[in-house]
C-alpha cells in the first residue's frame, strides 16, 4: 500500500487532519507485562517526548485467559515473581527520571484481587532498596473480585448468557466450584481514581477488558470529570481511544515485522497514530488494519464492558515517515444508545483433580505403523491395573509427530506414517498418588507390551527425560464460567475503600459499584515529602527520536507469484489464535488488492471449504468471512477434542493458545481459475 493510501470510509483525511489537536501520547514497552523489555529502547523514546506539552503516560497489559485457567484456580500468575520484578525495576527507573505515570491492567495475569495487592507489594520492596532513596510513588490500586452471591443472584433472574455460542449455558454449581470470580472492567473505575487522584504516579488494576486503561487515560485527559456512559465524548472519539487501546495492548505486533514496544498519539477527535519504537521495523495500513482481526472471533464488531467498538467505517493512512501509519473513523456504540443493558464478562476455573505425566519417543517403524491399536492396549492394562483403586480416574496420549496438535481435526493424510514419533500420555485422578500409579501403568505398557512384528525384546519406549520417569504436575484446571452479566447503571463504577476496608466489602445493596479502590504511597524511607507529584514534561524542543528514524526496508514476503499452486504461495500472513478460551480463529492476510480481490469472489474461502478442513459441519463455523480494510479472510470455529467442545488449558490439552491450527490452510490448493486470474494479473 503506497504511502497516503486511505481505506474507503465515512471521513474526509483532509478535514480529520485539519483539526488535529493532541491529547496524549501512549508507550507501551511491551505487550504483557512480565514477558521482559529493552529499557534503552523506552528511555530514547520518552527522551524524545520530553518537547511535547502533551502528557504521556506508559501503559502495559498484564492478563489474559491465554495461558489456559491455572491462574484462577490455584491462584498463580502468568508469569514468575522475579519476572515481575525485573520489568517493574525498569518501569519504576524509567517512571522516576522522566515524571510520567505507569498503568497496569490484569495484574499477575487473571488481575485477581491477591495479584493486585502482589503487585503492590512488589512496588514496595523496590521503593524500599537502599539504592531507590530518591523512589516516591503515589499508587492507585483497583479491585475486580466478584462475590458469588452477586453472580447467582444475576443466573437466578435468567440474566448470564454464555460470552459466544461455543459456552455452555451457566450453572450454580459451576458458581460454587469456582476458586475466584472475576469481571473485566470497563474503563469507568479507572477515570474513577485517576479523576479522584489526578497526581497518581503508578495505577495497578485487576481484571479488566484490554483497551479500558488506555480509554481511561485518554478520556482523563480531555478534561472532564467523566464517568459511564462517558455522554460528553461522541462515538467516534471513544471509538478512537478503544481502538487505539485494542492496538496499543499487544505492544508492536501491529508492526511488520511484529516487535514489541509501540507509542501511540492520540488526538482530541478520537484520531491516532501509531510507530513501532524499534527502528528495523515499521507499521503499515494492512499491518495495523490486520491486527482488528487478531484473536477476535471477527473484526468489524468488536463487543466489551459498556458496548461495541464498531470498525466498518475504519481508515487507515500511512504517513510520511514510512514509520507510522494514522488510523480514523473507528466508533464505540454504547449499550445504552442501542438499548441494552451494561454487560461484564465474568471469568473463573476450577480444579478437577491431579495428573502425572509420562513421555518418550518411539523410533521402531513397525511399532509406529500399528501405534494406535498398540495404546488401545496400553489402556486396557491400565485399567486392570486400577480397577480397584479408590477414586476416579482417565489415562489419553498425545502422539507427537503424527496428530499430536490437531487431534482429530487434523487435515493431513490418516495414513501418514512419520519417522519418529513423541508420546505423551496424561493421567488425571481425584488424587496425585492415584494420577502417578495410573501414569506408571501406563509407562509398563509402553515400555514392555507386546505387538505384531515385534523385534526387540528390551523395550519400546525411549524415556527418562529429565531424570524423571513420571512428572507430576499438581492440580489440573478448566475454566467454569465465561459468561456476561448484566449490570444495573452505578453497578459498572468503583467506589474508594476506606479505612482497612478489604475490597468488596463497599457492596451494601443493589446498584452500588461492583468495583472498589485505594490509594497507597510508597516511599524510600531516605526520600522527602510526597510533594510536588504531578508529573512535569521536561520541555527542552527535542525532536521525537521515532521522527529521526530512516524507513527500514520492507521485509521479504516469501511468495511464490509465477507458479502458484497452495495458498501460502500467495498469502503472506496465515495464521490462528484462540478467541477466548472456547474457539480458534483462522486469518489469511494478502499483500496485493488485486489477489485479495480474486481470492474473495472466487470459491476457495467458504464455511463449505472450513467445514470440510476442520471435520466440522458447517452450522458449527461461528463467523466466516472477508474484511476489506486488511485484505484479509477469517473463520472462527468452535475448540474441540474427539468431536466434543472443550475451554482450552484442561485435560488433554494440545494447543493452548491455538497457534497452530492453521496448517490446514497452508496447502489449501488453487484451482483453475484462481491460477489463470493470477497469471492475468501479470505481478
Not at 486488511?630 to 470455529?637: E, R, V
Amino acid at each position: 500500500m503506497a504511502p497516503g493510501t486511505t481505506y474507503p470510509g465515512t471521513d474526509s483525511t483532509q478535514d480529520v487532519m485539519s483539526t488535529l489537536e493532541p491529547l496524549c501520547q501512549i508507550v507501551t514497552p511491551v505487550g504483557m507485562l512480565g514477558y521482559g523489555f529493552d529499557e534503552t529502547i523506552i528511555r530514547t523514546a520518552l527522551q524524545g517526548l520530553e518537547g511535547s506539552h502533551a502528557p504521556t503516560a506508559m501503559v502495559l497489559d498484564s492478563g489474559s485467559t491465554d495461558g489456559g485457567p491455572l491462574k484462577l484456580a490455584v491462584g498463580s500468575m502468568t508469569a514468575p515473581r522475579s519476572a515481575y520484578e525485573r520489568d517493574f525495576r525498569k518501569l519504576l527507573a524509567l517512571s522516576h527520571e522522566f515524571h510520567v505515570p505507569i498503568i497496569i491492567s490484569s495484574a499477575g495475569g487473571d488481575g485477581a484481587d491477591a495479584h493486585v495487592d502482589e503487585f503492590l507489594s512488589i512496588i514496595e520492596e523496590i521503593v524500599g532498596e537502599a539504592q531507590n532513596k530518591a523512589y516516591k510513588f503515589k499508587t492507585l490500586a483497583i479491585y475486580s473480585n466478584v462475590p458469588k452471591a452477586k453472580v447467582l443472584e444475576s443466573l437466578a433472574t435468567g440474566e448470564v448468557k454464555g460470552c459466544g455460542s461455543s459456552v455452555p449455558a451457566l450453572t450454580s454449581h459451576d458458581v460454587h466450584d469456582a476458586e475466584t470470580i472475576v469481571a473485566q472492567m470497563g474503563h469507568e473505575p479507572f477515570i474513577e481514581a485517576m479523576t479522584a487522584e489526578p497526581d497518581f504516579n503508578i495505577l495497578i488494576g485487576g481484571r479488566a477488558y484490554d483497551p479500558s486503561p488506555y480509554i481511561a487515560y485518554c478520556a482523563h485527559q480531555a478534561g472532564e470529570k467523566l464517568s459511564s456512559p462517558l455522554k460528553p465524548l461522541g462515538t467516534q472519539q471513544l471509538g478512537g481511544f478503544a481502538f487505539m487501546g485494542k492496538i496499543m495492548e499487544c505492544g508492536a505486533l501491529c508492526a511488520t515485522p511484529k516487535s514489541q514496544s509501540a507509542l501511540a498519539t492520540v488526538y482530541r477527535n478520537g484520531t491516532f497514530d501509531i510507530v513501532p519504537l524499534s527502528p528495523e521495523v515499521k507499521c503499515t495500513p494492512t499491518s495495523v488494519a490486520a491486527h482488528t482481526l487478531y484473536e477476535k472471533s471477527r473484526p468489524d464488531i468488536l463487543p466489551g464492558p459498556g458496548g461495541n467498538l464498531d470498525l466498518n467505517s475504519s481508515q487507515y493512512e500511512q504517513l510520511s515517515d514510512g514509520r507510522s501509519v494514522r488510523v480514523t473513523g473507528a466508533h464505540f456504540i454504547s449499550c445504552e444508545e442501542a438499548g441494552l443493558p451494561y454487560t461484564v464478562k465474568l471469568e473463573a476455573a476450577r480444579c478437577i483433580g491431579y495428573r502425572t505425566m509420562i513421555m518418550g519417543g518411539i523410533r521402531d517403524p513397525i511399532l509406529i505403523g500399528q501405534i494406535d491399536d498398540f495404546l488401545v492396549r496400553v489402556k486396557q492394562f491400565v485399567t486392570q491395573q486400577n480397577q480397584s483403586a479408590s477414586g476416579t480416574w482417565e489415562m489419553d496420549f498425545h502422539v507427537y509427530g503424527a496428530n499430536g496438535i490437531m487431534g482429530s481435526q487434523e487435515p493431513g493424510d490418516s495414513s501418514y506414517r512419520p519417522r519418529e514419533i513423541f508420546l505423551v500420555g496424561e493421567a488425571l485422578a481425584s488424587s496425585q498418588k492415584l494420577a502417578t500409579s495410573v501414569a506408571s501403568s501406563a509407562r509398563i505398557a509402553c515400555v514392555h507390551g507386546p505387538y505384531a512384528g515385534q523385534r526387540s525384546t528390551s523395550g519400546n519406549f525411549a524415556m527418562g527425560i529429565g531424570g524423571k520417569l513420571e512428572v507430576e504436575m499438581g492440580a489440573c484446571a478448566e475454566f467454569c464460567i465465561y459468561h456476561l452479566m448484566p449490570l444495573k447503571s452505578g453497578e459498572e463504577a468503583a467506589s474508594r475503600i476506606a479505612g482497612n476496608q478489604a475490597a468488596g466489602e463497599h457492596r451494601k445493596e443493589t446498584g452500588s459499584p461492583l468495583f472498589s479502590w485505594k490509594m497507597v504511597e510508597f516511599r524510600n524511607p531516605q526520600c522527602g515529602d510526597l510533594d510536588n507529584r504531578q508529573p512535569s514534561p521536561h520541555l527542552n524542543g527535542s525532536t521525537p527520536a521515532h521522527k529521526q528514524l530512516q524507513r527500514p526496508a520492507d521485509p521479504p514476503l516469501h511468495l511464490n507469484l509465477f507458479n502458484p499452486l497452495i495458498l501460502s504461495d500467495i498469502a503472506p500472513v496465515i495464521r490462528s489464535k484462540n478467541s477466548g478460551p472456547y474457539d480458534v480463529t483462522l486469518d489469511v492476510i494478502f499483500s496485493h488488492a488485486p489477489i485479495y480481490f480474486l481470492i474473495k469472489s472466487s470459491k476457495l474461502l467458504t464455511p463449505a471449504i472450513i467445514a470440510r478442513l476442520y471435520h466440522l459441519s458447517e452450522d458449527e463455523i461461528i463467523y466466516c468471512g472477508f474484511y476489506d480494510q486488511a485484505m484479509a479472510f477469517k473463520a472462527t470455529i468452535p475448540r474441540k477434542r474427539n468431536g466434543r467442545m472443550v475451554p482450552a488449558g484442561g485435560y488433554m490439552e494440545m494447543d493452548v493458545h491455538g497457534s497452530q491450527q492453521y496448517v490446514g490452510l497452508l496447502e489449501l490448493e488453487l484451482n483453475g481459475d484462481i491460477k489463470d486470474g493470477l497469471l492475468k494479473l501479470n505481478l
